[in-house]
T-cell receptor, first 110, second 112 residues
């Protein structure tokens, strides 16, 4: 059974810092991995999707990497801003439905 | 803009009183999903439709039902809500199974 873990559960950084969020999964037989952002009380916003054949994807200040063999993905956020404060969830798609981690709650302090 | 819309955004129902949550999409995607998310937890898939084909997750309670009358709309029916069903309910779509999923804003359900 696929399990997805996100560490740390919460992170607080000063504005302007570069930071890395981690996601690990137990079954490397995946089709893709998706990173989402969730603001309090809101739905999920898709940030990046990495196919299993890809190593990374970039969108603006965000860069996501995937190492399928080791069961790891990272989300790199450059020059963090207070508006980046949210919970970030990763989810993997294999032969089962999308499996989510519990997320990392990020606070960027001005 | 093409999007996934959920109504209402907030729903309050009484214990045992049936409630229906609505999701619509303008993306013309084949797949529609319903997730339940409780506080500080990961979203949990309840069921999904691929076109008209309904796929129920094994551990989804019988209390939860779904209807998809056409490509654009999908409904979540909770026949007899219990206090433990209070949660955020998220609808999502994808063009095909395994493709990128797009989520709506969610419906926050409160059971009194």
């Amino acid at each position: 059974k696929q399990e997805v873990t996100q560490i740390p559960a919460a992170l607080s950084v000063p504005e302007g810092e570069n930071l890395v969020l981690n996601c690990s999964f137990t079954d490397s037989a995946i089709y893709n991995l998706q990173w989402f952002r969730q603001d309090p009380g809101k739905g999920l916003t898709s940030l990046l999707l990495i196919q299993s054949s890809q190593r990374e994807q970039t969108s603006g200040r965000l860069n996501a990497s995937l190492d399928k063999s080791s069961g790891r993905s990272t989300l790199y956020i450059a020059a963090s801003q207070p508006g980046d404060s949210a919970t970030y969830l990763c989810a993997v798609k294999g032969n089962t439905p999308l499996v989510f981690g519990k997320g990392t709650r990020l606070s960027v302090i001005a | 803009d093409a999007m996934v819309i959920q109504n209402p955004r907030y729903q309050v129902t009484q214990f045992g009183k049936p409630v229906t949550l609505s999701c619509s999409q303008t993306l013309n995607h084949n797949v529609m999903y319903w997730y339940q998310q409780k506080s500080s937890q990961a979203p949990k898939l309840l069921f999904h439709y691929y076109d008209k084909d309904f796929n129920n997750e094994a551990d989804t309670p019988d209390n939860f039902q779904s209807r998809r009358p056409n490509t654009s709309f999908c409904f979540l029916d909770i026949r007899s809500p219990g206090l433990g069903d209070a949660a955020m309910y998220l609808c999502a779509t994808s063009r095909e199974q395994g493709w990128e999923q797009y989520f709506g804003p969610g419906t926050r359900l409160t059971v009194t």
